[in-house]
């Protein structure tokens, strides 16, 4: 069985501009999970998206967003990028509702110059 | 405010011997405790997990203690492989939020 997926691996944009990341949960899994690591630093939560709703919000700005699509993959947008959005991006996912267990992707590695 | 804490950034093993992770948490609401691993570069990967309705949980080399009176739980990994090298995670949930409250982790070597 295929686990979480996230694309694209890399990513390098200037200060300013916008970042889209893309995550495919595992089958039959409907919530999706978006973390943040940055350099020295643990998982921060960012977003929590289940049956297509934003269930839950991490200490982040609002040009931290995203969204979940009916087949339940998700997308998570960074606008006017600062160089400390520079951190590698992981999506989870889980069973719906309160599951605790959530299964990570490899991570997408944003770099902002 | 960190709600989940592991004090030791690094820890090293002797291959054979035992690794015990420790995690401290603040938050009485939490209900339920994770471990997760992680190599460079990799997404974290789930390795064991812990009801606050137990005390031990165990699979095969990890075993997982919680002592709720003192808010910590432990992981212990016997036999230590040097393949057990890596950053270890300690996590938590609880109440209404569905998204895990991570520690900072700890980097675990085991040397042949």
């Known amino acids: 069985e295929a686990g979480v997926t996230q694309s694209p691996t890399h990513l390098i944009k200037t200060r300013g501009q916008q970042a889209t990341l893309r995550c495919s949960p595992i089958s039959g899994h409907t919530s999706v999970y978006w973390y943040q690591q940055a350099l020295g630093l643990g998982l921060q939560f960012l977003l929590w998206?289940?049956?297509?709703?934003?269930?839950n919000r991490g200490n982040f700005p609002p040009r931290f967003s995203g969204r979940q699509f009916p087949n339940y993959s998700s997308e998570l947008n960074v606008n006017a990028l600062e160089l400390e959005d520079s951190a590698l991006y992981l999506c989870a996912s889980s069973l719906g509702g309160r599951s605790y267990e959530q299964y990570f992707g490899p991570g997408t590695r944003l770099t902002v110059t | 405010d960190q709600q989940v804490k592991q004090n030791s950034p690094s820890l090293s093993v002797q291959e054979g011997r035992i690794s015990i992770l420790n995690c401290d948490y603040t938050?009485?609401?939490?209900?339920?405790f994770l471990w997760y691993k992680k190599y460079p570069a990799e997404g974290p990967t789930f390795l064991i997990s812990i009801s606050s309705i137990k005390d031990k949980n165990e699979d095969g080399r990890f075993t997982v203690f919680l002592n709720k009176s003192a808010k910590h739980l432990s992981l212990h990994i016997v036999p230590s492989q040097p393949g057990d090298s890596a950053v270890y995670f300690c996590a938590a949930s609880g109440g209404s939020q569905g998204n895990l409250i991570f520690g900072k982790g700890t980097k675990l070597s085991v040397k042949p």
């Open positions: 998206y289940d049956e297509g709703e934003e269930r």
């Open positions: 938050n009485s609401m939490f209900d339920y």
